[in-house]
């Protein structure tokens, strides 16, 4: 089985660590950023299966750019889960057309499960 990449846009370098060694330890490639100005090229150039979008991400934000991947016809495939502290995350999820969505602090398994849902589904 090819392993699965997935591609995390955070400026917070405690949870680009989190996030990378967890899922690196399920087994996942990963890659990372810390801005979305240049979110297109990124995916382009990585090609992820799964996308992690800080809902603060400095430049454009993590809305705006889930909006440019998911309205984009090369990327609107790759599932986005918007990340976020923010109590309205649901509906900035919604507003962003991101897959899923996953809250700070966010809980191991429900991150593990999130992911592999998308993944395998």
């Not at 090819?2 to 400026?11: A, S, V, Y």
């Not at 240049?38 to 979008?53: R, S």
């Not at 998911?70 to 991101?98: G, Y």
């Amino acid at each position: 089985m090819t392993q699965k990449k997935i591609l995390i846009f955070d400026d917070d370098p405690y949870v680009l660590e989190i996030f990378s060694i967890v899922l690196e330890d399920l087994g996942y490639a990963i890659n990372q950023s810390s801005t979305s100005h240049d979110v297109l090229e990124k995916v382009a150039t990585y090609q992820p299966d799964l996308i992690l979008m800080d809902n603060w991400i400095p430049e454009i934000g993590g809305i705006a750019a889930t909006q440019l991947l998911k309205t984009h016809p090369k990327f609107s495939n790759i599932p986005v889960v918007l990340v976020s502290a923010n109590s309205e995350i649901e509906t900035l999820a919604k507003r962003a057309l991101a897959d899923a969505f996953l809250p700070k602090p966010f809980d191991l398994d429900k991150l593990e499960q999130l992911i592999a849902d998308l993944l395998e589904g």
